[in-house]
């Protein structure tokens, strides 16, 4: 089938290529079967002079044109970028500075928003404004600059495509831990005691040992660390995040977070941002950090490894749909084990290095996901903190362990039978006995019933 025509399942979840990807698009969507497909797009590059016109014929138009026609949407995010013309910056690439600046010309900002948006029309379903908002790699301003530059991109964006959804650029994966932490504190949500073993757990839980910041290796230094005035929590993130929140979220359609963690932390971490900004909840960054085996492009994991990370990908992705976050972009999907760049070393492709081109075990449960799930959010049976699992309409199930088998039991409700799928594709059948199902969860796994026709309850 030419990949012109190629019809996608409509699902909720995506992937973030590298920047230049290793993969075409049309690769990515043979084998992994995404909705979307995340691209960057600098205004520096669409117009890189206050007298040029807007281009359209940048990489990011390219890569644009390339997904669509591989029968994927695009999620772009829009940077300002860096120029002299913009705001005063022309470093070049690979300079350790931030992506994007303020601009000194708002207007102009808006008017390049309004008209890259309405060139494209109806081929957004979602936008974000900037990426990392509260990185200094990535947004060279303070928060307000950020709500204001927002603010701008919303308005224009809703006069050029009424019906795109506008959301942030996604807070990093690591202040939740201690932010969310600080929060419960200070309203008494929950004890100091377990605010700070939770945060010890989300910092820890799931993590090679060489990404976990030595500062926040203990319950005790978290703590010391929450009350510290001079800390950068204090001084930077707990503001900056106020801000975005109290300032921007009204205005926002949905609220963007990258989470690098546990997948056993995204419900706490879903739910209190949708409780905390009263807005639906995606994620245009999400993956497991699984250190190399080794930095050999052509096999830098094991065998072990890859079925872990296969597993965990069952477990992220169920989690998010169940707990209603979509959609869901997951980075990266072909990691080039740089061992100069310290992400590549701990982010988990889907697919192997060119020339092969082939599906990882991730990736083909990535692939079973997106087809099963598509756009059904769950409804949630157990989140921990053992067990997790959640029902997705009247009769399919997902679950999953931290540890040793559990139990869940289902209600069968007439049906005589239900197929069991695991995270490597592996399938059973099992029969009702005394009006119930018994499954062990041993491993991440999707449970069917079999000619159900009305919602089931679950007991566990």
Request: with cysteine; proline share 7%; charged share 15%.
């Amino acid at each position: 089938m030419p990949f012109l025509t190629l019809v996608l399942a409509a699902n909720l979840f995506g992937i973030l290529p590298n920047d230049p990807p290793a993969l075409p698009p049309s690769t990515v969507a043979a084998a992994l079967h995404p909705q979307y497909y995340r691209v960057s797009v600098f205004w520096s590059d669409e117009q890189p002079s206050p007298g040029s016109a807007i281009s359209f014929a940048t990489k990011a138009d390219s890569a644009i044109a390339a997904a669509e026609a591989a029968g994927m949407r695009v999620f772009p995010s829009i940077y300002v970028g860096r120029a002299t013309w913009i705001n005063g910056h022309n470093e070049p690439a690979g300079s350790h500075v931030a992506a994007s600046y303020p601009p000194s010309d708002l207007n102009a900002y808006s008017n390049f928003v309004r008209t890259f948006v309405a060139h494209y029309a109806g081929h957004f379903d979602y936008v974000a404004v900037e990426n990392e908002e509260n990185s200094s790699l990535y947004w060279g301003g303070t928060a307000g600059d950020y709500v204001q530059l927002a603010k701008a991109a919303i308005d224009a964006i809703h006069a050029a495509d009424p019906a795109a959804r506008i959301t942030d650029g996604g807070i990093v994966s690591s202040v939740w831990g201690t932010v969310i932490a600080k929060d419960w504190i200070l309203k008494g949500t929950r004890s100091r005691t377990d605010s700070l073993n939770w945060a010890y757990g989300y910092f820890t839980d799931d993590q090679p040992a060489g990404s976990i910041d030595p500062r926040l290796g203990t319950a005790s230094q978290i703590g010391q660390y929450i009350d510290d005035p001079s800390s950068t929590l204090n001084v930077q993130t707990w503001p900056f995040v106020n801000t975005v929140f109290d300032q921007l979220a009204p205005r926002l359609d949905a609220i963007n977070f990258h989470f690098y963690q546990s997948p056993r932390y995204l419900p706490d971490v879903a739910g209190w941002l949708a409780q905390r900004t009263g807005r639906p909840v995606l994620s245009n960054e999400m993956s497991l950090r699984i250190a190399a085996d080794q930095c050999d492009p052509s096999a830098p994991f094991s065998a072990a490894t890859l079925d872990r990370m296969a597993q965990l990908v069952f477990d992220y992705l169920s989690t998010a749909r169940g707990e209603a976050i979509g959609p869901v972009i997951w980075f990266s999907i072909d990691t080039v084990c740089d061992p100069n760049r310290i992400a590549d070393m701990y982010n988990a492709s889907l697919l192997d290095q060119p020339p092969a081109n082939s599906s990882r075990p991730s990736g083909l449960t990535y692939a079973r996901m997106a087809s099963t799930l598509e756009t059904t959010p769950g409804v949630r049976i157990s989140a921990g903190p053992a067990l997790f699992a959640w029902q997705y309409g009247p009769s399919l199930f997902a679950a999953w362990t931290t540890g040793s088998p559990q139990t869940l039991t289902l209600n069968a409700g007439g049906s005589a039978t239900a197929t069991i799928t695991d995270y490597a594709g592996s399938t059973s059948t099992i029969n009702a006995a005394g009006g119930t199902f018994t499954v062990t969860v041993n491993r991440p796994l999707f449970v069917r019933i079999n000619g159900a026709g009305r919602r089931r309850t679950a007991r566990h």
